[in-house]
Structure formats: structure tokens, C-alpha cells
């Protein structure tokens, strides 16, 4: 799909932990940092490696955070720390499974690194090739085997587990999409805002005309989007209005080249027998179970292995329940524990 992914320049550097107290005869569990060169950017990353034999080598994972400014354990500081991806790592190595965390373009030590100067032509493919740069770090680390690798993907970085899938070499034994981006970028979009639209009518805020002009408006701004013109803003919240403008501004080309994806069809590009685990929260408002539908229905057609779609009653965006606020719920876990079982 990205016929540059190959020119990804890669070079690898390591800097090694102090070990933990580990049991007799254990290689004691350990993070370390790990840095790898894309497209002539320094990405810094964290590996953990469980504690293991000696020489044996391990099944590890690459986790791929969501969209935004989301570092490598799944922050956004300093407004948001849920800390998804370093709690994701934690859970797997319970089952004994490395994992590598990076922060990618705009977060943690990483930064924008090549695109300092010119931002506005950071894409989509770019955040794909510097993802399968560390999946070939991970590959190359004397800790994992290479025969045995995974991808899990939150939201954003599902999408681009399931690009990585069909791509990476070697294929991937497994992908976690967990409350993946399951349709296109403005697809997605519009329904999130007309979801909020219905819910301020609902609430009386708004009139039904009053909604159905909003509505409108938000359907033509993406169809001028995608026909390359000027939004015209006339009739839509400020909020919204300024969303769009910066759809049309620094973020265009990002915006331009994910929308380009469409998830089902990556899906075709999988090796058939890959494990594919699907979530959907039923009260995940940014990404609806029913956005799902047309991914689990191409990932069949791709003769993929199980566990398939699971539906987690009660999850948000974020793998929560009421019951569990800060972290993944149990229902999250048992799902990606059982996808990681042999």
C-alpha cells in the first residue's frame, strides 16, 4: 500500500537497564531503552523483556498507541494519563511476552525529529513506516524470536497493525486490534460529531432544523475535503468550524493520507491463519462497535484465525468500565490474554 516503506533507513542502538532480583536460574525482568533511525529521525522506545532462561528466546509484541500526540505508554501529557500502552505491557508480560513501546512523531523524546522545521508535511505513511522500523528493532532484539511477533494496536495504531500485518517481514504470528479505527478517518469523524449533534438535540440544545443544518454542514465539509476544495464553515459550531479549518491547515496531509485507508480492505493483505483479535466497547463513543462490522466481515474473507470480534460490555475508548477507571478492565485483559495463549 505504501510502495516506500522499504527506504525506511534503520539503524539500531541499545542502552541496558539495571536487572531486577530475578528466581534462581531466571534472566531477572528488565526494561531498557531502545533507540532505531527512520527517514533520519532518532525514535526512542522502551523494550521489556520478562524474566526468562538464558537463551531462550522470547514472543514479543509491538504495541502502537492511538492517535494524537500519544507517547509510548499511551499519554498525552500533561492532560491525559491513562497510561494504556505501559499497562498493556505489564499485562503481557504476564504471559511472558516482550514488548516495545516507542514514542512516535511529535511525543516523548522523539519529537518531530526530521519534520522539525516543516510539520505540515508529516503524513500518515510516515507514522506507518516509522512503526514498521520498530517492528524490525523488536525483531532484531537478542531477547525475542523472530518467528513468533505480534501487533497490538489501540484506536489509530489498530489501523496500523493491520497495515504492519500484511507488510512486515516476517509476517506478524498475531495482531491485537483493540477499539480499532475499523473505517475511514472522515467516516469516523463525521459520525462522531453527528452523534454529538443528536445527543445536544436530545438535550434541547439544539432545534430539530437547527440539527438537520448542522448535519448537513458537516457532511459537505467532508465531501469538500475529499474533493480537495475549501470548507465552507457557514453553519457549523465554532468548534466544529475550527476542526475543520485545521483539517485544512497543518493537519491536511496527515488528514489527506489516513482517510486514503480504508481498514477492510488492508485486510485482504493478511497472511490467512494470522491471529486477529478484534474489541469493541459497548460504550466506547469515539469508536462504535458497529464500525467494526465490515473489518470482521473482511478479516472471514481473509481466512484469519481467531479469537475474532469480542465485544467488551460496559468498555470505553480506553479499555475502562465503571469499575475500573484508571485501568484495563478484566474483560480487556481476559480477551488479550486468551488471544495471547498458545
Known amino acids: 500500500m505504501f510502495p516506500h516503506l522499504t ?9 541496558t537497564a539495571a536487572p531486577a532480583e530475578a528466581a534462581p536460574g531466571l534472566v531477572p525482568a528488565a526494561d531498557r531503552e531502545v533507540v532505531f533511525t527512520v527517514d533520519g529521525t532518532a525514535t526512542y522506545g522502551t523494550l521489556h523483556v520478562p524474566a526468562h532462561r538464558a537463551g531462550h528466546r522470547l514472543r514479543a509484541a509491538l504495541l502502537l498507541p492511538g492517535s494524537g500526540p500519544t507517547d509510548r505508554d499511551g499519554n498525552q501529557p500533561p492532560h491525559a494519563s491513562p497510561n494504556t500502552l505501559a499497562q498493556l505491557a505489564a499485562a503481557l ?7 516495545l513501546r516507542f514514542d512516535k512523531y511529535g511525543t516523548g523524546r522523539t519529537g518531530l525529529g526530521a519534520y522539525r522545521d516543516h510539520p505540515s508535511e508529516l503524513d500518515y505513511p510516515a507514522f506507518v513506516r516509522q512503526a514498521t522500523a520498530a517492528y524490525a528493532s523488536l525483531r532484531d532484539q537478542p531477547e525475542t524470536d523472530p518467528h513468533a511477533l505480534m501487533v497490538v494496536g489501540h484506536s489509530e495504531g489498530a489501523m496500523t497493525a493491520l497495515l504492519l500485518g500484511g507488510t512486515a ?8 486490534l483493540l477499539q480499532p479505527q475499523a ?11 453527528h452523534a454529538q449533534v443528536a445527543e445536544a438535540a436530545r438535550q434541547g440544545q439544539l ?36 476542526l475543520f479549518e485545521a483539517f485544512q491547515g497543518p ?48 478479516l472471514r474473507r481473509a481466512r484469519v484465525g481467531g479469537p475474532g470480534r ?5 468498555l470505553d475508548h480506553l479499555l475502562h468500565d465503571a469499575d475500573h477507571p484508571d485501568t484495563p478492565a478484566p474483560a480487556a485483559l481476559d480477551a488479550l490474554h486468551r488471544f495471547a495463549a498458545r
Open 207 to 242: 432545534t430539530p432544523e437547527q440539527q438537520r443544518t448542522i448535519d448537513a454542514a458537516i457532511d459537505a465539509a467532508v465531501k469538500a475535503l475529499r474533493e480537495h476544495r475549501p470548507v465552507d464553515t457557514t453553519g457549523l459550531p465554532p468548534a466544529v468550524a475550527q
Open 93 to 99: 508480560d504476564a504471559d511472558r511476552i516482550a514488548t
Open 251 to 298: 493537519s491536511g496531509r496527515f488528514v489527506e493520507t489516513d482517510d486514503a485507508i480504508y481498514p477492510p480492505a488492508a485486510a485482504a493483505a493478511l497472511r490467512p491463519g494470522t491471529r486477529v483479535l478484534v474489541t469493541c466497547g459497548t460504550n466506547d463513543v469515539q469508536v462504535p462497535c458497529a464500525t467494526t462490522d465490515a473489518l470482521t466481515a473482511a
Open 183 to 193: 473505517i475511514r478517518l472522515l467516516d469516523l469523524v463525521a459520525l462522531q460529531l
Open 310 to 314: 469480542v465485544p467488551l460490555p460496559g
Open 7 to 15: 527506504a525506511a533507513v534503520m539503524s539500531l542502538a541499545v542502552v
Open 169 to 176: 517481514h516476517p509476517r506478524p504470528a498475531g495482531l491485537a
